[in-house]
């Protein structure tokens, strides 16, 4: 049995563009090494964002040295689900890909809590055209 999502299915890619995940495989699997849980794939917005920065966690500002491009509104990326959480609190929560998110954020975060800001992502941005 592989890695499972929220939703009790097989865990679905969060993103390649840039490429996302703790182990940067594009999926936000997790192990022993993960220690801040980077579970949650979330579609990023720029209230998230300015959100993040305020609290010490810039993922706007490129960082060539770390291979890390800076994130845009619309990138899917996987988050900590504390950090996630802490947003959903102070009334920032970013979007969240519930087949890309990773079971093991339920032990931060309530799934009731992911459900009310899940969104559907097509795999393309082919798919928002319309």
Same mark, same amino acid.
């Given at each position: 049995?592989?890695?499972?999502?929220?939703?009790?299915?097989?865990? $679905?890619?969060?993103?390649? =563009?840039?490429?996302?995940?703790?182990?940067? =495989?594009?999926?936000?699997?997790?192990?022993?090494?993960?220690?801040?849980?980077? !579970?949650?794939?979330?579609?990023?917005?720029? $209230?998230? #964002? &300015? /959100? +993040?920065?305020?609290?010490?966690?810039?993922?706007?500002? *490129? +960082?060539? +040295?770390?291979?890390?491009?800076? #994130?845009?509104?619309? =990138?899917?990326?996987?988050? !900590? &689900?504390?950090?996630? #959480?802490?947003?959903?609190?102070?009334?920032?929560?970013? /979007?969240?890909?519930?087949?890309?998110? /990773?079971?093991?954020? #339920?032990?931060?975060?309530?799934?009731?809590?992911? +459900? $009310?800001?899940?969104?559907?992502?097509?795999?393309? *941005?082919?798919?928002? $055209?319309?």
């Amino acid at each position: 049995m592989g890695d499972r999502n929220v939703l009790g299915g097989a865990l $679905e890619p969060c993103g390649t =563009d840039p490429v996302t995940g703790f182990y940067r =495989d594009g999926c936000c699997t997790t192990g022993p090494e993960d220690r801040g849980s980077h !579970t949650i794939c979330a579609v990023v917005t720029a $209230e998230f #964002l &300015a /959100h +993040q920065r305020r609290i010490g966690n810039d993922l706007s500002t *490129p +960082q060539p +040295q770390h291979g890390f491009p800076g #994130l845009m509104p619309g =990138d899917r990326w996987c988050v !900590t &689900a504390g950090n996630w #959480l802490r947003a959903h609190r102070d009334g920032f929560a970013a /979007h969240v890909v519930l087949a890309s998110t /990773h079971e093991r954020a #339920l032990a931060i975060v309530p799934l009731a809590i992911l +459900q $009310e800001h899940s969104v559907d992502v097509p795999a393309s *941005p082919a798919g928002l $055209e319309g």
